[in-house]
């Protein structure tokens, strides 16, 4: 008898303990991971130029972006064909929607047009410009690794609806250490680089384009 006390003693003993211990680690906080949030940015320190009041009117379409690349995942590469993102950085807002405000800031810094507005819009204008983010991405297959931005842009003559031009822009941009925040300082290179190109193709085209 004294036998089968001393047995459960030692059970109740020990059972007890580990509900002790189970109330203990849940009363512990759980470690979570705050993700990091990073933007893109435009080329800043430069004023924009007055344009003349004969200039052309340009209207900017907000831009799409291409099936992988529409959310605030930071996309990533170490196979190929596979998309990868980080699990705790990602964009404040989806590429498209930081890039739009990027787009109208380089090309009114031109000063090749006498309006430049991003719809929607009641305004009017003579060319209208729609671009598509084809990808925005770090790749990780090579060293040292890059990120590629790739852009469409398509000029429409708002008066005849008729493509003027298109171009796609691509960007390559060596990243300067192996993790996501080397990803974004490569990601805003290649995008001020990419914008600057974009603002010279519009001005151009728009300049060449018979009135």
Not at 38 to 62: C, F, R
Not at 65 to 85: C, P, Q, T, W
Not at 92 to 104: D, F, G, S, T, Y
Request: charged residues 20%; proline residues 6%; contains cysteine.
């Amino acid at each position: 008898m004294k036998i089968f006390v001393k047995t459960g003693c030692r059970l109740l003993a020990g059972a007890l303990s580990l509900l002790a211990i189970s109330a203990c680690s849940l009363l512990q906080p759980t470690t979570t991971h705050i993700p990091n949030f990073y933007a893109l940015e435009g080329v800043s320190g430069k004023a924009a130029a007055v344009a003349p009041t004969s200039a052309p009117t340009l209207i900017i379409s907000p831009p799409h972006a291409a099936a992988g690349f529409d959310s605030k995942r930071m996309i990533y590469l170490r196979e190929n064909h596979k998309l990868e993102h980080f699990a705790h950085s990602e964009w404040i807002e989806p590429p498209a929607r930081m890039v739009a405000p990027l787009i109208v800031d380089a090309i009114v810094r031109g000063g090749a047009f006498r309006a430049v507005v991003l719809t929607p819009s009641t305004a009017a204008g003579d060319f209208r410009l729609d671009s598509e983010i084809i990808r925005l991405q770090q790749d990780f297959r090579t060293r040292p690794g890059t990120v590629r931005f790739t852009l469409r842009a398509t000029l429409i003559d708002e008066n005849t609806r008729r493509v003027v031009a298109w171009r796609e822009f691509d960007q390559s941009v060596a990243t300067s250490s192996e993790d996501p925040y080397g990803g974004v300082v490569g990601a805003n290179r290649a995008v001020q680089s990419t914008l600057e190109n974009l603002a010279n193709f519009a001005v151009e085209t728009t300049r060449n384009f018979p009135k």
